[in-house]
């Protein structure tokens, strides 16, 4: 669920650093379990009173205090002071929640009250987030030794970029397994580790069970807050006619911001999901990605003495083109994603396709073989082809990546791409051209497609996760400077001519260029239709989400804010013990 307030705070350490700093805290006058434990405020909104301890008090000030002291130039006492009230703002927050919020009936994790508020998934999220920080605590302790043994043997590897995507919904999660126990069969390391933890938590007067129930509880509370705010946010409704005068003023705002076509050309390279132009729209602008099939790294290097010549006046256009084209009919295409498999990332052995964050479309499968050696309990080297590292194995990965040819790799891009060829032209300066059948694939899905070649055979990181690729420009005026290289900014200018899903393939001295429009702006491109409301990924539908985002914000805030000054006045809800903590102050 996504949070949206700076109103939640998770005042139990998820991340165990600053759960082990309590102990010896130069706020802590003494270390006693009874002293940890006393309230140090009430709140009572229903029927429950939910106490808020000195424990809770001294965790948020590891996790906080020295950001307010430190960069805000507060004193302790009022960093305090400002901590316990963010700890009472959530209890009354959660506690309001309870009031309107429906009982689902779901199951227990730690007996806590506001359980019956989540559903099973939520649960079942919270479970699952809980034995993820804790085993990742345990695992914390094993990094410093293992840094230790592979520091001077350990090679690194630049991991290949990897897609990101915006917050889909919330998914459903199976729980494998309730609270986290070391396996008895796990190497000695992690039980060493394990034991260390323990230990830890004894120093603060928590057992494994009590600290568990602390983390859960944190993130029960996290989840009411977000039940509470979605409550809020369904009573938020926005017009269509309130959009068009939003639309109508971010207009008026633009049409005097981009006067001139750097400015509307910078703008357009910032446009988002929830970033939108709409003002000077004009028929020769659009979006291409490239998808770039380089040169190897030895033809590379041919190539440069012979650009260095070129330069240098000791060769002309035309000899230099014709050695340059000769190396281009000896670039290969490979899939480049390597990285992703010997780095851990979810990758099926099978199918050689990556889970489903690693792609947009239903997968394109790794195009090689993956061999995986190590040695066994025997002292014998082991070798598997297409198959999994069994576990507590330390090998290596090695890769047979298969090279295609550009007119291999051509045929199987119109196959994935649903294309065919048009016509080029006598005098194109293009190896091949081809359109999208969009009877056949809708523009998303091509979109989608072009993202993932990208991401598995295209060399250029710049248009790797980009909204909607490289802003294309009319042609600059005389004496003017083209954005890109010549020739790939004549290529783009061609397919947004010809229209979204149009491609042609184009040389130049980084390799092959697969240019291809995703979309060709018009007047028409960002205009507001009702009928698009409810269409995910148009303008409108995402012009509308933006505008009603901004306003639940707004309302959620507003409500929280006139909801905690009345409870925090009144003192049959709300009571502080100040002089409980006083000596923390020294």
């Not at 256009?317 to 992703?340: F, G, H, M, N, P």
């Not at 009319?474 to 290529?491: C, I, L, S």
Request: aromatic share 12%; proline share 2%.
């Amino acid at each position: 669920m996504k949070k949206r307030l700076l109103a939640l705070f998770l005042v139990l350490s998820l991340a165990m650093g600053t759960l082990f700093t309590l102990t010896g805290c130069a706020l802590i006058s003494k270390d006693e379990e009874r002293d940890l434990n006393q309230v140090v405020a009430t709140v009572k909104v229903n029927d429950r009173t939910d106490n808020i301890t000195k424990r809770e008090l001294i965790s948020s000030f590891n996790q906080y205090g020295y950001t307010y002291m430190y960069y805000y130039g507060m004193s302790a006492e009022a960093t305090l002071d400002l901590l316990l009230d963010q700890l009472v703002n959530r209890k009354i927050v959660v506690q309001k929640a309870e009031t309107i919020l429906p009982e689902m009936n779901a199951g227990t994790i730690i007996g806590n009250p506001l359980e019956k508020y989540l559903s099973q998934n939520q649960i079942n999220t919270i479970k699952k987030k809980a034995n993820e920080t804790i085993n990742s605590a345990i695992e914390g302790y094993l990094e410093k030794d293992e840094e230790e043994e592979t520091e001077d043997t350990e090679e690194t590897e630049e991991i290949r970029t990897t897609p990101t995507y915006e917050d889909d919904g919330e998914e459903e999660v199976v729980l494998e397994s309730e609270i986290p126990e070391v396996d008895k069969d796990s190497t000695k390391a992690i039980k060493t580790a394990y034991a260390q933890f323990e230990k830890d938590l004894k120093k603060n007067y928590y057992t494994y069970e009590t600290y568990y129930a602390s983390v859960v509880e944190g993130m029960i509370e996290d989840e009411i807050v977000g039940l509470w705010e979605d409550s809020v946010e369904a009573g938020v409704e926005i017009t269509f006619a309130e959009m068009e005068a939003r639309y109508a003023d971010l207009k008026d705002v633009q049409d005097t911001l981009y006067t001139k076509p750097s400015d509307y050309n910078t703008a357009l390279g910032q446009v988002s999901s929830s970033k939108f132009v709409v003002s000077n729209e004009a028929v020769g602008y659009g979006y291409v990605y490239n998808l770039l099939i380089p040169f190897s790294d030895y033809q590379a290097a041919i190539l440069a003495k012979y650009t260095a010549k070129y330069q240098a006046g000791k060769m002309s256009t035309a000899e230099y083109k014709t050695i340059r084209a000769s190396l281009l009919t000896q670039v290969k295409a490979k899939d480049l994603r390597e990285s992703w498999i010997s780095a851990g990332y979810d990758y099926d052995f099978t199918t050689q396709l990556f889970g489903e964050d690693y792609c947009k479309t239903e997968g394109i499968p790794f195009d090689g073989t993956v061999s995986y050696t190590y040695t066994n309990e025997d002292g014998e080297e082991v070798v598997l082809v297409n198959t999994e590292a069994p576990e507590n194995t330390k090998g290596k990965y090695s890769f047979v990546t298969n090279e295609h040819s550009m007119s291999e790799f051509l045929a199987d891009f119109d196959d994935w791409m649903n294309a065919t060829d048009i016509p080029l032209g006598p005098d194109a300066p293009y190896l091949k051209a081809g359109q999208v059948d969009f009877d056949v694939m809708t523009s998303t899905a091509a979109k989608e497609m072009i993202f993932d070649l990208c991401f598995a055979y295209g060399s250029d990181n710049g248009i790797l996760n980009s909204y909607k690729g490289y802003v294309s420009a009319p042609a600059p005026a005389d004496n003017g400077t083209e954005t890109y290289v010549k020739e790939f900014a004549e290529a783009a200018r061609d397919v947004v001519a010809a229209g979204a899903g149009t491609y042609v393939v184009v040389g130049t001295d980084y390799g092959w260029h697969i240019v291809y429009c995703t979309e060709s702006l018009n007047v028409n491109s960002s205009t507001l239709r009702e009928a698009d409301l409810t269409v995910p990924g148009t303008f409108t539908y995402n012009f509308h989400k933006v505008m009603f985002d901004s306003l639940s914000k707004k309302t959620i805030s507003e409500t929280q804010t006139e909801m905690l000054n009345t409870y925090n006045k009144n003192e049959n809800v709300v009571k502080k013990y100040a002089s409980r903590y006083a000596d923390l102050l020294g």
